[in-house]
């Protein structure tokens, strides 16, 4: 059973340019949660997501930021217009459901670098 | 502020020495994990604590539950140099619309051979 998968892991992207980071849950998980972590930091929630719906996006930048999780393929979190300040590593996880015993498993990471 | 804290910041001991990392955290919670992140890498899901348990063990390691005092604790018993990393506690909180986690800022552990 393959874990959660990411990619790309590194992306460089210049001040401007749209970054879109992608996310395959573990097989039969339908939950799914983006974390960002900035240098020495701890994970930090962006969003969580079921399919085709977003349930929570507190941890959203009110801007530049959005998530889907289609019917089909995986997750995808899209950065617009990246400055310097996304430069983080994203981290997508994923459950198979959100009881009091339910564990999220992460994937390797998305290092985002903006020049 | 961060609802998962933990102390110290950064740990250095031994290999065969025991390492132990408290975290406190501010709400009430379904539950407390634990994870293990190496350097540049993901996270690796070491422990689930229910709040209704106070003590878990898996192999070398040992969680209790405080949930009076809001705090919990990871004991890495005989560590080894491969235990070096960093550790995380992150918390499901009861207000939770789903399972978001709220993460501290960890605990950096350098285990010397």
């Known amino acids: 059973n393959a874990g959660v998968m990411q990619n790309p892991r590194h992306l460089v992207r210049r001040r401007g340019q749209e970054a879109r980071l992608r996310c395959s849950p573990m097989?039969?998980?339908?939950?799914v949660y983006w974390y960002r972590q900035l240098p020495e930091e701890g994970l930090k929630f962006m969003v969580y997501?079921?399919?085709?719906?977003?349930?929570?996006e507190s941890g959203m930048p009110k801007e530049r930021f959005s998530a889907e999780f289609p019917k089909e393929g995986p997750s995808i979190l899209r950065i617009q217009q990246v400055v310097r300040g996304d430069s983080a590593a994203y981290f997508c996880?994923?459950?198979?459901?959100?009881?009091?015993?339910?564990?999220?498993?992460f994937g390797p990471g998305t290092r985002l670098l903006v020049l | 502020s961060q609802q998962g804290e933990e102390d110290p910041q950064a740990l250095s001991i031994q290999e065969g020495e025991n390492a132990t990392m408290n975290c406190s955290y501010k709400t009430s919670i379904n539950n407390l994990q634990w994870y293990r992140q190496n350097s540049g890498r993901g996270l690796v899901h070491l422990i689930l604590?229910?709040?209704?348990?106070r003590e878990k063990h898996s192999g070398r390691l040992r969680v209790t539950l405080d949930t009076s005092k809001k705090s919990s604790s990871l004991l890495i018993t005989a560590s080894r140099a491969a235990d070096t990393a960093s550790y995380f506690c992150a918390t499901d909180p009861i207000y939770n619309q789903g399972g978001k986690l709220i993460f501290g800022q960890g605990t950096e552990l350098s285990v010397k051979p």
């Open positions: 097989k039969g998980h339908s939950h």
């Open positions: 997501l079921q399919k085709e719906n977003i349930i929570d």
């Open positions: 996880a994923s459950s198979s459901g959100t009881g009091a015993q339910e564990t999220q498993y």
């Open positions: 604590i229910r709040s209704n348990e």
